[in-house]
């Protein structure tokens, strides 16, 4: 009901100091939502603020109608106001005032968390002449937007400062002696001849017949304090100097207040719409600089700035008929500028972040696609400031620090999934880039390996009974260690479902069961290790699952993990020998690759698959050198097409840039074809066939039908070279690569490889690339040696010495692989044992990732020991 005048402090009774409704508090409330305006008070600034409009002077009546009709909108000052009041409530340390004169101050300061420790005024130096204020928002009417209503009790003096600032005689010449902003003075002054003055120029024609980014910037009306990038340089330091910064506050403040003055202060043009994905628009130099620049200012500008920013977000997306109208690309434009602000990394400044992060989000898919096309324009240092903005954000989220610094988990739970989702962009973005601003590890956040991935994995995986958000949803986000726990806890769990068939089997057929049954068991015999691995897997494809272990026939011994890797190491050995016909070697680019050669039976090609699943599973890095298209074509699809043999599996797109990770002088040859300025017919005299050699024989095989008959011409020869690549990297090892596709897939088969990229893939089979020698030191243990001793002493200082690629092929000769596991040197183990002879070279059991080192007397004799042998070794004994 509406509110009779001088009825406000009656029992139980609260009157809103924005539009004087009211309502019945209830019994303990300490503070009260007016269900007409949306602001949120306490009853001391009520009684506060009503107690001033008792007392002050009656306005005129058309003054009065004017603020009852702002008032009765709930326009944009209003819901400034609202939200205000709630980030005022939920910021660290926020409480409510219990005396009489620090709720008089609440009263009059209830927008935001006060500036520094006493007032904006304190932002100006005394005694100096600051400039006209324009931090307020204006409308195109020409009044002032208050951030805190209508009736706010500085309202009335905030439009005379802007009267005198637009050069009302009669206004202008009253002294508002007993009015000021929240209680400081800001009254309008003659600008100081002593400093540099803003320049004043129109934020933009009042032109109904304007494009529409005119119009929004005509919006905001009148004028306000624009600055290059020399101005604003120079104002700086003059602030810095004299002390002065309310220039600056002014134009913070007016430049963050809405969208369009947004757009009005880094727009390139202010009268072009830049409506296409190439070209936002924006000044983007001087958006770092007024951001550089801003967090060298006091805290007290920045939180007036942050002020600004709340206002700008809650302008009203509502016309007048009540409908809701799409983003503007101006809009987009101001989002764009707003989440590179730098003060969103204080977790003070969380509140604000999550209501721009959600705002974000909730873009439809036409403007998210402009977005991620205009966020591949910012440069990479700043791209990766903001990506570890939202990572931190989403961290403390998560884990924070302190409780009381946030929120309530339960009352914010769209942070995250807000968060997560502008995150989606900028990888997006990333994605589009050749080469990427940012690696993709980048993205990654390693906070989340804490918490219960397995029950975000199952969220992904059942919709239906666990609605909502899940991180697996953006797998970019989750780190490979994360990845890693996912798929061998799911398989894992199948491995369990397989056991538990076995020991029902067992117990129908009233045998007794055995732990051997939990296991997939292998005896092999060195002389026949390849035909033996084939059979054993052959025989028990049902048992892939399970935990490997291995035994050599004739050899005692229980496998307690050295076994395994012994047998992958002397597999994988013997198989990618050149003259075993299954792989070649490229020696300029470093990989192997599938040999073309038709053969009778793919077996062997499953078993290799089937060796990179185990290694996957049972957590042992192979040293396997494939070119990185092999990993794209593993993962097509990433999950085997159910109940269909015939499915056409390992064919993915591919590009003459793949053809140079796999065969760099065919790729060469085929790039000169296509940068041939002459006749390439009669030049090269080609045609559309490729020539495959077998063993006694070469044969021709057409690219495409009637190939053999078609010359290539410099018309055609861009889709000769396309089919040539394809050819080689797709149809000449379909065969082949179908049977490695399933032997890996028979024991990963996992949703959870879905979330996996290629790069990642590699990673799992063949361990990090990223090396860090001191860190090897740390996991080092010591047979015969002390930590002190001069013969490790000399070791560690000649190996920290030398270039990482000699580092690597160390670690290649005593582990058996140049790469370390993916969760870090920290899972591996490494021993250096004693061995008295010092006439011998160093030796390794690259099974158990131990080198053997006699105690030479010298750092010049061992260095060159070591030299040799690492040099002239192959990870399995000397040349």
């Not at 009656?58 to 004017?66: G, H, I, L």
């Not at 830049?274 to 007290?300: A, C």
């Not at 791209?383 to 884990?399: A, D, K, P």
């Not at 390693?446 to 991935?453: A, G, I, M, R």
């Amino acid at each position: 009901m509406a509110s009779p005048s001088g009825n406000h402090q009656s029992e139980g009774l609260v009157t809103c100091p924005t539009c004087d409704y009211t309502v019945t508090q209830a019994p303990g409330k300490k503070r009260t939502i007016c269900p007409n305006c949306g602001n949120f008070y306490s009853k001391e600034a009520a009684d506060i603020a009503s107690s001033y409009r008792r007392n002050r002077p009656r306005p005129q009546q058309n003054e009065t109608k004017s603020n009852n009709s702002s008032s009765s909108r709930g326009d944009g000052a209003g819901r400034a106001h609202v939200l205000s009041n709630l980030f005022q409530t939920l910021r660290p340390g926020g409480r409510r005032p219990h005396n009489d004169l620090e709720s008089h101050e609440s009263a009059q300061k209830d927008t935001l968390p006060r500036i520094e420790t006493s007032s904006r005024s304190q932002l100006t130096t005394p005694n100096q002449n600051p400039v006209p204020s324009y931090g307020a928002p204006i409308r195109g009417d020409g009044t002032v937007q208050s951030s805190c209503g209508s009736n706010c009790i500085h309202h009335k003096r905030s439009e005379r400062s802007l009267k005198a600032s637009h050069g009302d005689a009669s206004d202008g010449l009253r002294n508002p002696s007993t009015g000021s902003l929240h209680g400081k003075d800001l009254s309008p002054r003659a600008p100081s001849p002593r400093r540099l003055s803003p320049s004043l120029v129109p934020s933009s024609n009042n032109n109904n017949n304007s494009s529409s980014s005119t119009s929004n910037i005509a919006a905001s009306g009148g004028y306000r304090p624009l600055r290059t990038a020399d101005q604003l340089k120079s104002d700086f330091l003059l602030a810095k100097e004299s002390g002065n910064w309310k220039p600056l506050l002014d134009f913070y403040t007016s430049t963050f207040g809405s969208f369009s003055d947004v757009n009005a202060a880094f727009k390139r043009d202010p009268s072009k719409d830049y409506k296409t994905t190439d070209d936002p628009g924006l000044k983007f130099e001087f958006i770092n600089l007024v951001y550089d620049i801003l967090s060298k200012t006091p805290q007290g500008l920045q939180k007036e700035v942050l002020k600004s920013v709340i206002n700008s977000l809650l302008k009203d997306k509502r016309s007048h008929d009540g409908r809701i109208w799409p983003h503007s690309k101006d809009d987009l434009r101001a989002f764009l500028v707003l989440v590179q602000n730098p003060q969103f990394s204080n977790v003070s400044a969380y509140v604000i972040f999550a209501h721009l992060l959600r705002q974000i989000a909730a873009l439809s898919d036409h403007d998210h696609h402009y977005l991620v096309h205009w966020l591949k324009r910012l440069k990479s240092d700043r791209f990766q400031l903001v990506i570890e903005r939202i990572h931190n954000f989403i961290s403390v989220r998560l884990f924070p620090p302190k409780m009381e610094d946030l929120p309530p988990l339960s009352k914010c739970s769209w942070w995250i999934p807000s968060a997560t989702k502008v995150l989606a962009l900028f990888n997006a973005a990333n994605g589009l880039l050749t080469p990427p601003l940012l690696q993709y590890i980048e993205f990654y956040n390693s906070t989340l390996d804490h918490l219960d991935l397995m029950a975000e994995y199952y969220a992904w995986q059942n919709p239906s009974s666990h609605a909502g958000f899940s991180f697996c949803q953006y797998p970019f986000i989750l780190s490979i260690t994360a990845k890693r726990t996912i798929l061998q806890k799911d398989s894992e769990q199948q491995m369990i479902i397989m056991a538990r068939k076995s020991l029902v089997a067992k117990v129908q057929r009233r045998q007794l069961p055995d732990i051997g049954m939990l296991f997939l068991n292998l005896t092999v015999r060195r002389s026949h290790l390849v035909s033996d691995s084939l059979n054993e897997i052959a025989k028990k494809q049902h048992d892939l699952k399970k935990k490997l272990k291995v035994s050599f026939a004739g050899e005692p011994g229980l496998d307690m993990g050295g076994l395994t890797k012994e047998w992958f190491l002397l597999l994988i050995r013997q198989i990618f020998l050149p003259n075993y016909g299954m792989f070649t070697y490229d020696k300029q680019a470093g990989v192997h690759w599938f040999s073309p050669s038709p053969c009778d039976n793919y077996q062997e090609f499953n078993l290799v698959g089937v060796l990179m699943g185990l290694a996957v599973y049972n957590s042992i890095n192979l040293d396997i050198r494939f070119p990185s298209v092999c990993y794209r074509k593993l993962l097509s699809p990433a999950v085997v097409p159910f109940n269909n043999p015939r499915a056409t599996v390992g064919v993915c797109n591919v590009t003459l840039s793949d053809l140079k990770g796999v065969q760099p002088d065919v790729a060469k040859g085929l790039q000169n074809l296509l940068d041939e300025e002459s006749d390439v017919e009669d030049l090269f005299g080609l045609t559309f066939e490729v020539s495959l050699s077998a063993p006694g024989k070469v044969t021709s095989v057409p690219l495409k039908p009637g190939g053999a008959d078609i010359p290539v011409t410099n018309e055609n020869r861009k889709e000769y070279v396309q089919l040539y690549v394809e050819w080689i990297l797709n149809n000449s090892i379909y065969s082949q690569f179908q049977a490695f596709y399933h032997g890996f897939h028979s024991v990963c088969a996992s949703n959870a490889l879905i979330m996996l990229r290629p790069e990642e893939v590699e990673t799992l089979v063949c361990g990090s690339p990223t090396l860090v020698m001191e860190d090897l030191k740390k996991v080092t243990v010591y047979d015969g040696y002390s930590a002190s001793e001069a013969t490790i002493r000399y070791f560690w200082e000649t190996i920290l010495s030398l270039p990482i690629e000699t580092q690597k092929r160390l670690l290649l000769f005593a582990t058996g692989s140049d790469r370390i596991p993916i969760g870090g040197i920290g899972e591996m183990t490494f021993k250096i044992s004693r061995i008295d002879d010092t006439s011998l070279l160093p030796m390794s059991h690259t099974c158990f990732n131990q080198l053997v080192l006699p105690p030479y007397k010298s750092k010049k004799t061992l260095k060159q020991k070591l030299l040799t042998a690492i040099n002239n070794a192959e990870g399995f004994g000397l040349e």
